[in-house]
């Protein structure tokens, strides 16, 4: 499989002029966090204390009578914590998903050290994207496996008839981060969308199902496909990428971008700056000459309220088709988020408000204009 033009650039990346890479950190940031009490405990093994002759001969019958019975699961009982040392393994793999993605996104890395610097700021993600094929395992399911696998947990389901698209996001697990940032501290949200495949024109499904038949397994290895920043399949051809654009430009966008990361969001209000507002932190990037979605206007706001979006728009990379021929296509962006405090925790002092206090989930209106950060229609605009 030749996927020359979306290899990783092994480029070491430093936010303080080093060139010195250390992947048990991320780029930016402070040090790994501390596994959970949950975690922890389950690290301490059982120890055996000296047997008593005169008991040691009890039979299994007698020594069960002894003991009491195991309670009763409960019918909504909380899932199991991942096993020990799951966490640490878990969130290398974000790491080198993050890594790939800002490795292609020039746009993003820069963000992310403005932001930063502003204040000697720690970032905190408010969620991780990806885009799939809906057919022949390569939808959603695919991708959601690893964190289903990790403790996250399925939540509620959105749909975008007019792009024929469905999405689901999950909610993480709750551990201890103490003051760890990015991959390193409260982990994300997870949003990940589909193409309805079979909603799409004959032509359509043809050029889609010829490639993820190609990749046959590959969507068993979603995650493994981000982390390495390879496709699971070949190159397109030209022609087939520009038919797909034609119809659907999510589809024209996942066909040479795969299981990659298609964007990180930073979680506004979690800033310690006073880039904690969304409105002064787009026009702080503005102001640095960074270009934002447009599309619906700057600020996306739910109906509620509540939740507060915007995103620059995506970066272009080049790209080979198996035919020979070089373009730029899109790539990824990055979000920024602010949760407003919810109506019912309005009394909680400001130092005491957590992230349950405040708006949860996503919005079709919002995440609808957020797509179009990889349309033409934006690419062009930004070019401008």
């Known amino acids: 499989m030749n996927t020359s033009a979306l290899q990783l650039n092994h480029n070491p990346i430093s936010f303080t002029g080093s060139t010195h890479y250390n992947l048990n950190k991320t780029p930016f940031l402070s040090r790994p966090s501390r ?44 899932p199991l914590a991942p096993p020990i040392g799951s966490e640490s393994f878990f969130r290398n793999v974000l790491q080198r998903m993050e890594t790939v993605y800002l490795n292609r996104n020039p746009t993003a890395k820069q963000v992310l050290e403005l932001v930063h610097s502003a204040g000697n700021d720690r970032i905190c993600y408010d969620h991780f994207a990806f885009r799939t094929f809906g057919v022949d395992g390569h939808g959603i399911d695919s991708m959601a496996k690893v964190f289903l696998d990790f403790g996250y947990i399925q939540k509620d389901e959105l749909r975008f008839p007019g792009k024929k698209l469905k999405a689901y996001w999950f909610s993480p697990p709750t551990v201890s981060y103490e003051e760890g940032s990015g991959v390193n501290g409260p982990l994300p949200r997870v949003f990940i969308s589909e193409l309805l495949v079979d909603q799409m024109s004959s032509e359509a499904q043809e050029i889609i199902r010829k490639y993820t038949g190609i990749s046959g397994n590959g969507s068993n290895y979603a995650a493994l496909a981000s982390a390495h920043g390879s496709l699971t399949w070949e190159k397109p051809l030209h022609s087939e990428f520009q038919q797909l654009a034609r119809e659907s430009e999510y589809a024209a966008w996942t066909l040479v971008n795969g299981y990659a990361l298609n964007h990180v969001t930073i979680s506004t209000h979690q800033l310690k700056s006073n880039l904690n507002n ?55 962006y990055i979000e920024f988020a602010e949760r407003l405090v919810l109506p019912e925790y309005k009394n909680v002092p400001d130092e005491e408000v957590k992230e349950f206090h405040r708006r949860d989930g996503f919005e079709v209106g919002n995440a609808d204009k957020i797509f179009e950060s990889t349309s033409m229609e934006q690419l062009t605009r930004n070019a401008a």
């Open 35 to 78: 596994l959970s009490r949950t975690f922890r405990n389950e690290s301490n093994h059982a120890t055996t204390k000296p047997t008593n002759p005169q008991t040691s001969c009890l039979s299994s019958t007698q020594a069960d009578a002894a003991q009491p019975p195991p309670p009763l699961p409960k019918a909504d009982a909380a």
């Open 278 to 332: 969304i409105n002064r932190l787009n026009q702080f990037i503005e102001e640095n000459g960074f270009k934002l979605n447009s599309e619906g206007g700057t600020l996306k706001v739910s109906p509620d309220g509540f939740l507060l979006q915007s995103s620059t728009v995506a970066d272009s990379v080049p790209f080979e088709f198996s035919d020979g021929t070089k373009e730029s296509v899109p790539c990824s």
